[in-house]
């Protein structure tokens, strides 16, 4: 079946560009989506691309597409200790139209 | 304001009882989701409503169940059948309104069987 995989952990410095990575397995992904979870919350979309851009901007965040080699990536600038979290990644195009999580990457921001 | 609205937040149960978890949305979204988080398994599919009064099982259904009676309101029963119930349990919402997919989700309820 359809799987998302992502590594678990990240570690970076206040101040330091992160860059959290993901691959898919769905060739027909529409959708791809990174949501942010805080300690005891829920889900937040962060943002998301669509199949057919190579990369999306948004203030701090930069999410790049390559949709040959099926990997997805967030990239945020000047990460903040705020920015520690979970982060999670989505793909959109399930056989039943569901969305497929990764495990989710923990980032960890020392001051 | 429109959201998703999960009750309790905090649950504790006995082993052998039956626990309902609530989850209310007004954003008028058709699809609903349950889904099971355990630290480091990400998270997992349990149940999900595309329509009212349909459901479907997801990747881990064994041990609980569903009902969706109204549009707003998907409540999930975790029954003496789960043999490991205790978990941060995730309820989202999804509209055909907007194309883009995306799931709206609740603050989730944590459930500690003792």
């Known amino acids: 079946g359809e799987d998302v995989e992502q590594s678990l952990f990240l570690s970076v410095r206040e101040g330091d560009s992160s860059v959290i990575n993901c691959t898919y397995t769905?060739?027909?992904?529409?959708?791809l989506y990174w949501y942010k979870q805080e300690p005891g919350a829920g889900l937040q979309l962060l943002t998301y691309?669509?199949?057919?851009?190579d990369m999306k901007q948004d203030q701090r965040l930069t999410v790049l597409l390559n949709k040959k080699d099926k990997h997805l990536s967030l990239r945020i600038a000047d990460t903040q200790t705020g920015d520690s979290a979970i982060y999670f990644c989505?793909?959109?195009?399930?056989?039943?139209?569901?969305?497929?999580f990764g495990k989710g990457t923990k980032l960890s921001v020392k001051p | 304001d429109g959201g998703i609205t999960q009750s309790p937040k905090y649950l504790f149960r006995k082993e052998g009882q039956n626990v309902t978890l609530s989850c209310e949305q007004n954003?008028?979204?058709?699809?609903m989701y349950w889904y099971r988080q355990d630290p480091g398994q990400g998270l997992r599919l349990i149940y999900y409503?595309?329509?009212?009064?349909?459901?479907q099982k997801g990747d881990i259904a064994e041990g609980y169940s569903v009902s969706r009676e109204k549009k707003e309101s998907f409540p999930l029963t975790v029954t003496s059948a789960q043999k490991n119930p205790t978990a941060f349990y995730l309820c989202?919402?999804?509209?055909?309104?907007?194309?883009?997919?995306?799931?709206?989700f609740g603050e989730g309820s944590r459930l500690t069987v003792l």
């Open positions: 989202a919402s999804r509209g055909h309104h907007k194309n883009t997919g995306e799931l709206f």
């Open positions: 769905d060739s027909s992904s529409t959708y």
């Open positions: 691309i669509f199949s057919n851009m």
């Open positions: 989505a793909d959109f195009g399930g056989s039943q139209g569901n969305l497929i």
């Open positions: 954003l008028n979204h058709d699809a």
């Open positions: 409503s595309q329509i009212v009064n349909d459901f």
